[in-house]
């Protein structure tokens, strides 16, 4: 994955992000599948249905089996 820095992170639209507050960044097919991990590890349960939903509407073809994406 590449690394995000601060700059590169504010220069990114709120549109690429999946939750409100800039939460995880999906503006790459790298980050959205990270942010299908993180959001795995510590988001609720409607947090983690919406994410869902932004990355597949986003990346299709990543493939996604008991929450965890894979290509």
């Known amino acids: 994955m590449a690394k995000l820095t601060t700059k590169a992170r504010n220069a990114i639209p709120d549109s690429n992000f999946a939750l409100p507050g800039r939460r995880y960044p999906i503006e790459n097919a790298s980050h959205a599948r990270n942010a ?35 290509d």
């Open 36 to 70: 299908l991990a993180r959001v795995a590890q510590n988001g609720t349960e409607q947090e983690k249905a919406i994410v869902r939903a932004k990355v597949k509407r986003k990346y299709p073809l990543i493939k996604m089996d008991s929450g965890m994406p894979r």
